[in-house]
Every structure is written in structure tokens, then in C-alpha cells.
């Protein structure tokens, strides 16, 4: 009698795809309470943001495989030295960069901790597969700057990471197939090499167009452009979303897991999470977005040393289209994203699932 792991392999995505959610909704329901009782004046609320996405929820386990980041923003400032937390040396080179202290406009400084994994299509192979994409992992902190008002939000980011073993990717892949009883993908000692990583990025969101937003039935489309230099990726980006529901929140919209993160923290005071009534709404929402790209060392290979690599394509975009939940305090959203080829020999571009909880308190 044959044998079709392929049945197997399928439903364990689905489990591990229903494992998620369950985790997302649980943690949802806990801050709930907590969220609520907030008494904090709306000026000066943090909101914090967890992101995950993973590609089981477009039942594959390859490439773009898994990431996750957590990210802190502070109550709005009027002047960045107003965070004592940022250290006071470093304030004359903040108020050097550019955009981001003009007069008018609200501040923010944000904290992030992620890490993303890459493998090729067949983690079953011990041996090089050249024709596919390298094994790789990327941790990394980040330090943001927003620049707001309730029409314009200006994302400046700088990342530090490192790439290769010590990312810790392979061991947070094998712990994460061990635990749900996955195939151990067995060609890690494939991967990138060890090398510092650094990113400077700037992403300028605008609401275009809108009407009832916060009060009833809503609409908006905020657009997007910015770029990426450093080690690890250089690349322009232009794209936008488009959102329509109930109770739409003053916010930039939904965020993946990219440079220029953060954009669902309220912005104004009548946003739904900021109101003690009429605090529930959920819109649906489309994104889209387009990148020259000029490095991905994710493809490229290591930039000092001799790494495998493949012929990354020139030009990706990301399609996505989704649903976001906004109660109390709370603001959950999921998108199901397409991205194109993003090297030469790949089959099919790539699907996976994106998970935003962003908790203001």
C-alpha cells in the first residue's frame, strides 16, 4: 500500500496553522482585561507590537519560512529629549538627522528585537543545493524614530543583527519541528556565514484620501515610499493600502515585518482604542508594494567572505489582502500575502501568513 507523506506533511501545516491562531486569540483575550483598565491619558499611551509570519498558512515550509518581532513605541513626545530613556549623548546626533525634527509634528522612539529564516525548498538534503536559495538567519535590534501628525508618518530605522550561526536560526527552526513533530531540516551546516549586519532605513506613509474614519462606516488609502541601505539589503520600495470598515482606526495601517514598522499605533485621539465608547471596528484591507532591489544578502551570499548563492531578480513585489480587528485597547489583524520570484530558478513566488497584535496601553 503507498504511502503519501504528502497528506501528512499537509495536515500538520494546518495544525501548526491552527496552533497559531489559538496562541494569537489567547493572548488577545489576556491583555484584554488589562488593556481595558488602562487609565492612562491618551497622549501618553505606549503601544506595543507583536508580528509573526510564518508559510504554513500557505502550506509550504520553504524560502521566506518564518519570522517574528516584537517591537515597543513610546508615548508621543514633542521633542525626543523628552525620553529619558534614549541616552543623552546621542541627542545631538538625533536632532542632525534629517526630517525628523521638524517643528509641528509629534515623535516617537521605538525598540525592536526580530529574527527572520530562509531555507531552500528541500530541507530533507544534507548536501548543497545550489540551484536554490541559501540557508540563512538574520537576529537583529532595531531603533526607530517616527515623525507624525494625523496625515503623514515618517519612519526612520536603524538595525544592527548579525547573520549566519549565530543568528540562532537553525536552532530555533529545529526546536520549532521537534516540537510539532515536523521533518528536521538537515542542511544548516549549509548556511550563510557569521557576518554584522546593518540597516539604515526610511519609510514616508501618507493618508491620501479618506472619509468617516473613527465613526461608522470608513475608507482610506494611505500610500507608501521609502528605501534600505546597509550590508544586508539595498532596495527602493513604493506601494499602498487600501482599508474599508467599521470604525476605522487613526493609524497608517498594517505593517509586515520590514523597515518601517510601527505605522498601527493611534494616532488621534477619536482613534476607536483612544474612546471609552464605540470602541469595537474591523476593515478589511489590500496592500500592495513594489522593490527595486539592489542587494539581499539573503541571496547574494555573505559580502566579505565566499558563501553560497543564487541570481537574485532585480524587481519583487508583495500582494496581500486581509482582515484587522480593532477592540478596546487592542488591534489584531491577519493578511494572506503573495510575493513574487525573487531569484532565478525559483518555481512559484511565495505565500505566506502575517500576524499583527499591537496592544496600546
Not at 487609565?39 to 510564518?54: A, G, R
Not at 525620553?83 to 525634527?101: A, C
Amino acid at each position: 500500500m503507498a504511502f503519501d507523506n504528502r497528506g501528512i506533511f499537509g495536515r500538520r501545516k494546518i495544525l501548526e496553522s491552527i496552533t497559531i491562531l489559538v496562541v494569537v486569540t489567547c493572548l488577545t483575550l489576556l491583555f484584554c482585561s488589562f488593556s481595558s483598565a488602562q487609565t492612562d491619558q491618551i497622549e501618553k499611551h505606549h503601544t506595543f507590537f507583536l508580528y509573526f509570519e510564518n508559510d504554513s498558512f500557505g502550506g509550504t515550509d520553504r524560502h521566506y519560512t518564518n519570522a517574528f518581532r516584537l517591537t515597543w513605541l513610546s508615548p508621543d513626545l514633542t521633542e525626543y529629549d523628552e525620553d529619558t530613556r534614549l541616552p543623552r549623548w546621542g541627542l545631538p546626533l538625533i536632532r542632525k538627522i534629517p526630517l525628523i525634527n521638524r517643528p509641528g509634528f509629534q515623535r516617537n522612539v521605538g525598540l525592536s528585537v526580530g529574527q527572520n529564516i530562509y531555507t531552500p525548498e528541500d530541507i530533507s538534503r544534507r548536501s548543497l543545493i545550489k540551484d536554490d536559495r541559501p540557508y540563512a538567519g538574520w537576529s537583529y535590534l532595531s531603533l526607530t524614530f517616527h515623525v507624525k501628525n494625523v496625515a503623514q508618518l515618517d519612519v526612520f530605522e536603524f538595525t544592527a543583527g548579525i547573520v549566519g550561526p549565530s543568528s540562532l536560526a537553525e536552532e530555533t527552526q529545529r526546536i520549532v519541528h521537534r516540537w510539532l513533530e515536523n521533518e528536521d531540516p538537515k542542511g544548516w551546516d549549509n548556511q550563510l556565514r557569521n557576518e554584522l549586519g546593518l540597516i539604515i532605513g526610511w519609510q514616508r506613509n501618507w493618508r491620501l484620501f479618506s472619509a468617516g474614519m473613527g465613526r461608522g462606516i470608513g475608507f482610506d488609502f494611505i500610500p507608501h515610499i521609502g528605501g534600505v541601505v546597509g550590508n544586508v539589503a539595498i532596495f527602493a520600495n513604493i506601494g499602498g493600502e487600501i482599508r474599508i470598515g467599521y470604525n476605522l482606526p487613526f493609524d497608517f495601517g498594517t505593517s509586515f515585518i520590514r523597515s518601517g514598522s510601527g505605522i498601527e499605533a493611534p494616532v488621534d485621539k477619536n482613534d476607536p482604542r483612544l474612546r471609552r465608547h464605540k470602541n469595537f471596528g474591523f476593515h478589511l484591507f489590500a496592500d500592495v508594494e513594489g522593490r527595486a532591489v539592489a542587494r539581499n544578502i539573503f541571496l547574494d551570499g555573505n559580502t566579505w567572505k565566499e558563501s553560497h548563492s543564487v541570481h537574485r531578480k532585480p524587481l519583487v513585489s508583495d500582494m496581500a489582502a486581509g482582515l484587522a480587528i480593532v477592540y478596546k485597547r487592542l488591534k489584531l489583524s491577519y493578511a494572506h500575502v503573495y510575493r513574487t520570484k525573487e531569484f532565478d530558478g525559483q518555481e512559484r513566488g511565495e505565500v505566506f501568513g502575517s500576524i499583527t497584535l499591537a496592544i496600546t496601553f
